[in-house]
């Protein structure tokens, strides 16, 4: 039987798509990655089971290549090729729960979060995550808070989420990224996102180890906010920080940092409030296929 041409069904534009997207988080982006792909192989099965295993390799493949710095589809891509060895259906279905599992970890991450903002309180933030501004726009639903945001500097997308929550009705002072180490002593919580995590160490924008040592000096408890699909074994992880000092390039500056895992209180994630000694030993015990160990 020919092998049909999947690159023109709708879920592979789906596919395509999240590939091409440079605005969306890596969260959204690993979410909707793994929703294509598993529609792609729910497809697949139907029509030519033969075919299913490969097409999926090539899906997942894909959209890595085209966006690796978004550990969500690293990781995914990881699962795939871990579980290529079952029956194609079962395959199939297990692909199909992961994808609905990083779906779902957005909502409950957010409610996590949101129990760790205390009405009257002053919460500041980082850069521009979106794990961030979903707790934040979680919390506001039970209480009232103000927002402290950094530049961010040197892209300065500190400025664009500042405008953003106020527009959205939040308090909101926006500080530069010097002042604002000065100012942790003025608030009571820090959340910083996270590009990626691994056995001991996270990468973020940089800035995050000023604010988090100055957390730590201030006793201003500081956390990570990220999904558990962010969580990456060494050699992913490894692969993930060439991938940030690409990006930062010759000429254009520092765009992200690695900062040791234990100078944060914890790490908000869709399974609760975790300690970086627990995300630490999820990375380290993490399996990665063996072709993709020096990808």
């Known amino acids: 039987m020919t092998t049909p041409d999947y690159h023109r069904w709708p879920a592979w534009r789906q596919i395509a798509a999240v590939a091409g997207d440079t605005q969306g988080s ?14 792609l192989a729910r497809q697949m099965l139907a029509v030519h089971p033969v075919g299913v295993i490969d097409a999926i390799r090539e899906a997942a493949d894909f959209l890595v290549s085209r966006q690796p710095s978004v550990a969500p589809l690293s990781n995914f891509r990881n699962q795939v090729y871990l579980e290529a060895g079952r029956d ?29 903002i205390e009405d009257g ?34 892209v300065g997308e500190g400025r664009a989420l500042a405008a953003d929550l106020i527009a959205s009705g939040f308090s909101v ?12 002593a003025g608030v009571d919580l820090v959340l910083v996102g996270a590009d990626a995590i ?21 006793g201003v408890p500081i956390y990570i906010v990220a999904t558990v699909e962010k969580v990456l074994p060494e050699e992913l ?13 010759p000429g254009v500056g520092g765009l992200s940092e690695v900062v040791p895992l234990s100078w944060f209180d914890g790490v908000v994630t869709e399974e ?13 015990e993490q399996v990665v296929h063996p072709s993709l160990r020096e990808s």
Request: with cysteine.
């Open 237 to 249: 992880f490894n692969a993930a920080m060439r991938t940030a000092a690409d990006a930062s390039g």
């Open 272 to 284: 609760g409030v975790l300690s970086p000694g627990d995300l630490s030993r999820r990375a380290t």
């Open 121 to 154: 309180s002053a919460v500041m933030v980082h850069s521009s995550s979106a794990s961030v501004r979903a707790v934040l726009d979680k919390a506001i639903e039970q209480s009232r808070f103000r927002v402290v945001c950094t530049e961010a500097l040197p």
């Open 26 to 39: 890596a969260s959204s982006l690993g979410a909707r990655g793994a929703r294509a792909v598993a529609d």
């Open 88 to 116: 194609v259906g079962r395959y199939v279905d297990v692909i199909g729960k992961v994808a609905d599992q990083m779906q779902q970890a957005a909502p409950a991450l957010s409610a996590v979060g949101a129990s760790l």
């Open 173 to 184: 002072e926006l500080l530069s990224d010097t002042d604002a180490v000065a100012w942790v």
């Open 198 to 218: 691994g056995p001991g160490r996270v990468i973020n924008k940089v800035g995050t180890a000023d604010l988090a040592q100055a957390a730590a000096g201030e």
